[in-house]
């Protein structure tokens, strides 16, 4: 690894002819479990990071964006929110977030590989750090959408869906049957966040577009909003945001969330806002939904 004429390469396809690649400084770990391969490796830009059946899932150096806009927009427009479910996410960085709320009063984290936790707790400190000692995450072990159909009614404030794409064992969270479930579990004032996939290439649009048509069909109050990773597809990715009651920017409760104190490195008040303003081609490609 020395070798100046050698590199040893992540590289994952964003499409057919489009690839990217990250210079690893050593392979750490490689594992195959009966839901998915998973890989960490060093860098040195991005640190270190983990893939599932090769896919990028967290780089050390970008993953603040996505926990930031998964957990901290939701809080910001309710700020009331307390019990929290949280559907994969098992490298712990969104269920870091959330706890950084005193008022929160219980996480449930729903992952289906308990590997990815075990790995991401040994290797991951930065976002799986405090999952040992925080009394008010729950772990369990098993599928999102089993999970959801055995919940009672309204047990829930908001569910935040931190899973993997629409292939292999993400598939059931991009189901009309799972987002009903959702809305049952959720409380009149409930909302939930999921994956939106990336408006840029055609097999996330695709994607997207479905996921989209399917949550419309399900919740009264559906928007989506945008934020840059730089490790994914494009690095321009979007989250949805379905709710029962409140609108995300006309309920926005900036001053409340400021005077919470916390300190985030992407999201602020003004990114909440702007964040829902959307390009001309991904308002079509959702219009067209
Ligand atoms: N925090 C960003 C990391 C992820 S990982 C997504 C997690 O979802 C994985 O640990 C995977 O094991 C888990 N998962 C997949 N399917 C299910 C399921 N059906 N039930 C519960 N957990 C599941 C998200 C990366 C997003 C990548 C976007 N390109």
Request: proline share 5%.
């Amino acid at each position: 690894m020395e070798n100046p004429l050698v590199d040893i390469l992540y590289t994952q396809n964003w499409d057919s002819s489009t690839k990217f690649s990250i210079k690893v400084t050593k392979p750490l770990h490689t594992e195959v479990t009966p839901y998915q391969r998973i890989d960490f490796f060093d860098s040195e830009t991005y640190g270190r990071f983990f893939t599932l059946d090769g896919l990028m899932m967290v780089t050390q150096k970008d993953e603040f964006a996505y926990h930031d806009m998964i957990a901290h927009v939701p809080m910001a427009t309710n700020p009331d929110i307390k019990r929290v479910l949280i559907i994969g996410g098992g490298d712990g960085g969104t269920s870091r977030e959330i706890c950084r709320y005193k008022h929160i009063e219980s996480v449930d984290l729903v992952e289906i590989d308990e590997r990815v936790v075990r790995l991401c707790q040994q290797y991951l400190p930065q976002t799986a750090g405090h999952i040992a000692n925080e009394p008010r995450l729950h772990l369990h072990f098993e599928d999102g959408l089993n999970y959801v159909k055995n919940k009672p009614d309204a047990s829930y404030d908001l569910i935040l869906v931190d899973s993997t794409d629409p292939i292999g064992s993400g598939e059931g969270l991009f189901t009309t049957e799972f987002y009903r479930q959702c809305f049952r579990v959720l409380s009149d004032e409930g909302i939930l966040i999921n994956q939106h996939e990336s408006p840029y290439y055609s097999f996330h649009v695709k994607e997207m577009r479905k996921a989209h048509r399917k949550i419309k069909d399900v919740f009264p109050i559906v928007r989506v909003y945008q934020y840059n990773i730089a490790t994914y597809p494009s690095g321009h990715w979007l989250f949805g945001f379905a709710s029962k009651k409140y609108d995300p920017v006309r309920d926005h409760q900036a001053e409340r969330w400021e005077a919470f104190g916390l300190k985030t490195m992407y999201y602020n008040s003004q990114i909440h806002e702007g964040a829902f303003a959307l390009p001309t081609f991904v308002n079509e490609m959702l219009a067209g939904t």
